[in-house]
T-cell receptor, first 116, second 113 residues
Framework: AQTVTQSQPEMSVQEAETVTLSCTYD???????LFWYKQPPSRQMILVIR??????QNATENRFSVNFQKAAKSFSLKISDSQLGDAAMYFC?????????????FGKGTRLHILP | NAGVTQTPKFRVLKTGQSMTLLCAQD?????MYWYRQDPGMGLRLIHY???????AKGEVPDGYNVSRLKKQNFLLGLESAAPSQTSVYFC????????????FGPGTRLTVT
């Protein structure tokens, strides 16, 4: 069974600095999706970035980028120029493509604090 | 489009009471999911549905039942609430396209005393 591990329960970063959140996963599949979701205090789950495993190029969305290392099964999220609004819980998630049920597996989350 | 909505947003139950959480989506999505979120545990899948009239168990199904009588609605039932079911419940829906993006509802905070 697939698993997703986020080893940093909490992190802090100074406003305007760069921070990297770690995520590793375990799978025997070759094709899958990886996601980072943001959950601010409002509780709403917001998709930050998506990576398709067959794509070698790392996904980027404005200040958010990933470092996808398929062989190492690592999928870290880099936030550049951190802003106060980035303070949230961040979840890494894995989705199999082969499995028709299309279940998504979440890590336990990393709470990110932004220091003014 | 309202997206994914959940009713109610908050609820307090006494042990042994029953209730139903309603999830509705207006995006014509085939797939729908119920998760619970507990501190330090991330989101765990309770039940899911890959189409109208079909449901399946997820990671933590005990104590819950679901029904998907209409494509746009996915109901989560607690027959006899227990304090261990105190949690925040999220519904999500998805269309099985290239993006595989799940759309989440705003969550329901349930407290069982």
């Amino acid at each position: 069974a697939q698993t997703v591990t986020q080893s940093q329960p909490e992190m802090s970063v100074q406003e305007a600095e760069t921070v990297t959140l770690s995520c590793t996963y375990d799978t025997s599949e070759s094709d899958y999706y990886l996601f980072w979701y943001k959950q601010p205090p409002s509780r709403q789950m917001i998709l930050v970035i998506r990576q398709e495993a067959y794509k070698q190029q790392n996904a980027t969305e404005n200040r958010f980028s990933v470092n996808f290392q398929k062989a190492a099964k690592s999928f870290s999220l880099k936030i550049s120029d951190s802003q106060l609004g980035d303070a949230a819980m961040y979840f890494c998630a894995y989705r199999s493509i082969a499995n028709r049920d299309d279940k998504i597996i979440f890590g336990k989350g990393t709470r990110l604090h932004i220091l003014p | 489009n309202a997206g994914v909505t959940q009713t109610p947003k908050f609820r307090v139950l006494k042990t042994g009471q029953s209730m139903t959480l309603l999830c509705a989506q207006d995006m014509n999505h085939e797939y729908m999911y119920w998760y619970r979120q507990d501190p330090g545990m991330g989101l765990r899948l309770i039940h899911y549905s890959v189409g109208e009239g079909t449901t399946a168990k997820g990671e933590v199904p005990d104590g819950y039942n679901v029904s998907r009588l209409k494509k746009q609605n996915f109901l989560l039932g607690l027959e006899s609430a227990a304090p261990s079911q105190t949690s925040v419940y999220f519904c999500a829906s998805m269309i099985r396209d290239r993006t595989r993006e799940q759309y989440f509802g705003p969550g329901t905070r349930l407290t069982v005393t």
